[in-house]
T-cell receptor
Framework: EAGVAQSPRYKIIEKRQSVAFWCNPI?????LYWYQQILGQGPKLLIQ????????DSQLPKDRFSAERLKGVDSTLKIQPAKLEDSAVYLC??????????FGDGTRLSIL | QQQVKQSPQSLIVQKGGISIINCAYE??????FPWYQQFPGKGPALLIA?????SEKKEGRFTISFNKSAKQFSLHIMDSQPGDSATYFC??????????FGKGTTLSVSS
């Protein structure tokens, strides 16, 4: 089966600019997650979707981050405006069963 | 309550040796404890997982030991190989919630 697809793989922007990431989960996976992984740390949950509804966005900095999953399949994560501390790898994951997450290879974001 | 604490931060093991990574948790509602392996430039991939109704699970050279009373679990890699060099993350969750990850352990297996 095809894995979780993410794009772009790399993005470099200046602070205060906006950026968007795209994720296509494994077909049939109802649950989709966005995690932020800062260098040298473990992935930290930003938002969890079940189909196109939000299950958990308690750790999403809503003043600058937004995410949507309009048709219950693809998802986009947006940052506007970006701050230096947003430099990280943004990982998308999907799951069919609770706990068994399949991750994409992430988007590495660098803020100048 | 929601943290998963992982140690050591880094580990160097000789080829053929045993690698041991430890994790501790606080939330007694957690009922799923996986280990993920991550290579540079790749996303984490599920390695092995355990539920609290068993104390040990073995898959090939990888074993999880689980101590419910101590709220600790560990990953043992037997006969460590250079190809095992990667970052390992423990994680935990309860049904329906997202995984909470530890900070990771960078394993280097020297040949």
């Amino acid at each position: 089966e095809a894995g979780v697809a993410q794009s772009p793989r790399y993005k470099i922007i200046e602070k205060r600019q906006s950026v968007a990431f795209w994720c296509n989960p494994i077909s049939g996976h109802a649950t989709l997650y966005w995690y932020q992984q800062i260098l040298g740390q473990g992935p930290k949950l930003l938002i969890q979707f079940q189909n196109n509804g939000v299950v958990d966005d308690s750790q999403l900095p809503k003043d600058r981050f937004s995410a949507e999953r309009l048709k219950g399949v693809d998802s986009t994560l947006k940052i506007q405006p970006a701050k230096l501390e947003d430099s990280a790898v943004y990982l998308c994951a999907s799951s069919l069963k609770s706990g068994i997450l399949h991750f994409g290879d992430g988007t590495r974001l660098s803020i100048l | 309550q929601q943290q998963v604490k992982q140690s050591p931060q880094s580990l160097i093991v000789q080829k053929g040796g045993i690698s041991i990574i430890n994790c501790a948790y606080e939330n007694t509602a957690f009922d799923y404890f996986p280990w993920y392996q991550q290579f540079p430039g790749k996303g984490p991939a599920l390695l092995i997982a355990i539920r609290p109704d068993v104390s040990e699970k073995k898959e090939g050279r990888f074993t999880i030991s689980f101590n419910k009373s101590a709220k600790q679990f560990s990953l043992h890699i037997m006969d460590s190989q250079p190809g095992d060099s990667a970052t390992y993350f423990c994680a935990a969750n309860q049904a329906g919630t997202a995984l909470i990850f530890g900070k990771g352990t960078t394993l280097s297996v020297s040949s």
